[in-house]
């Protein structure tokens, strides 16, 4: 790129003083504006770089529901849901903290309650970003679950579980979050009317969870979070096939203050039931109010 080119490109008073510059000492200030020019661009091109990978990531996520959409094939069955969740945490000290959950899950096609749910579980800090958890939930819900049933039966089940999990952060605003989990599912049992009263509690199945979560943090009080779950099974209940689901998902978190912050997701769960004769894919949306008490 000559010096002429950088001179049409600039103002008349600006092109004046490079003029009298190079005509004082030229090769050393030609070789300086050269210079600092090809660092200009250099900056410039960086900076469209990161836009491109902001705007690649952001049309990952919100491509999430759309390919979720075509499931409508014999075989097949597509629900949507409403999950609403307050998620309350209490800190005992640095290393040990209560936590209690309570979710109502409804359909929206037709409108119809599908379960509710509460966990309480203990969490322990063990350090360098590993934490473990134990603790136990209790579900009602309607049997058969699905949103189309003429009627139904309520159900217990009673689901302690273990788990171990991992965050690290990659950078100054991505972090990652790796869960693992073991679930213990016990059921309540059929009478001789086919209803679910007086015939005591079994367990059935074993349940294997891994979750891996990518969180961007945008701001202060905002981040972006996506994630994928694995989830295998075993147990006298289950088939041949040890598959559970999948399920992934994308929302946002925002911290209104100190002591609560709100989240809402969209998740995607492939859900093969049976032997594998249907595949329900259900489309959830999740509401989520964090409360943390915060002991001083």
Excluded at 55 to 71: D, E
């Amino acid at each position: 790129m000559s010096l002429n080119h950088v001179q049409a490109h600039c103002a008349p008073e600006t092109a004046k003083v490079i003029s009298r510059a190079v005509s004082l000492n030229g090769p050393t200030i030609t070789r300086s504006i050269l210079s600092w020019q090809h660092n200009t661009v250099c900056s410039i091109r960086t900076a469209k770089v990161g836009r491109y990978w902001y705007c690649f990531l952001f049309s990952v996520i919100i491509s999430f529901p759309v390919t979720a959409q075509n499931t409508s094939a014999p075989g097949r069955r597509s629900d949507q849901l409403l999950w609403f969740r307050y998620h309350l945490e209490l800190p005992l000290n640095k290393q040990w903290q209560l936590e209690q959950e309570v979710e109502e899950r409804a359909y929206i096609y037709p409108w119809s309650h599908a379960e509710f749910r509460m966990r309480s579980h203990l969490v322990r800090t063990l350090g360098k970003g590993w934490k473990a958890d134990a603790g136990f939930m209790v579900v009602w819900e309607l049997n058969p679950v699905e949103p189309y049933r003429e009627a139904g039966s309520p159900r217990i089940e009673l689901r302690p579980h273990q788990q171990i999990s991992y965050a690290h952060d990659a950078g100054e605003h991505f972090s990652f979050l790796h869960t693992y989990k073991l679930e213990e599912r016990f059921f309540q049992q059929e009478n001789r009317e086919g209803e679910y009263k007086n015939a005591g509690i079994a367990f059935e199945r074993m349940r294997y969870r891994y979750e891996l979560e990518i969180a961007w943090h945008i701001t202060n009080s905002l981040d972006l979070k996506i994630a994928d779950e694995i989830v295998l099974q075993t147990g006298p209940e289950v088939g041949p096939n040890p598959f559970d689901r999948n399920e992934a998902g994308a929302g946002f978190t925002l911290k209104l203050s100190e002591a609560f912050a709100f989240s809402t997701f969209y998740r995607y769960r492939y859900n093969p039931q049976g032997y594998g004769e249907v595949v329900v894919h259900q489309h959830i949306g999740q509401f989520i109010l964090t409360h943390i008490i915060n002991k001083k």
